[in-house]
């Protein structure tokens, strides 16, 4: 709460608005992934969503940060919103800028859709053991 209203009076001094920080903020949520024995195939982990979706009217997703923990694999990531493209994810964690023209509402459910790039069956399944999903936005 103190750094809050630091950076509130260190806003009102450089002369910014202290109504620049009201409709920022960021949630998170993870949860399991799933598995498949077959490349090739792509599936999605379990659906990501906003603890309270309705009060993120008129909010737009910023950027996003996120961390799978997973069985080895050469494997394509995209973190998808419901009602917009997806993003294709450099790696299994770190922080991505959401492109402003393609910016998915706040409130949107998310999932992680994994494709393993190696052909027919795999010695051993893949396995997303968890997938954890931080979305900052601003209104």
């Given at each position: ?97 959401w ?5 998915p ?26 997938n ?8």
């Open positions: 709460m103190m750094m809050l209203k630091r950076m509130i009076c260190g806003a009102l001094l450089a002369g910014i608005s202290a109504a620049a920080f009201a409709g920022a903020g960021s949630w998170s949520a993870d949860g399991y992934g799933g598995q498949t024995q077959f490349g090739r195939q792509a599936f999605s982990g379990r659906t990501l969503e906003a603890p309270a979706a309705e009060s993120l009217s008129g909010a737009r997703v910023t950027s996003v940060a996120w961390s799978i923990s997973a069985s080895s694999a050469d494997v394509t990531v995209k973190l998808c919103a419901s009602g917009a493209n997806c993003l294709t994810l450099p790696g299994v964690s770190g922080t991505m800028t492109p402003e023209s393609a910016a509402r706040a409130g949107d459910s998310f999932r992680f859709v994994y494709l393993v790039n190696q052909p027919g069956r795999l010695a051993k399944p893949f396995s997303v053991n968890n954890a999903l931080t979305v900052n936005y601003a209104k």
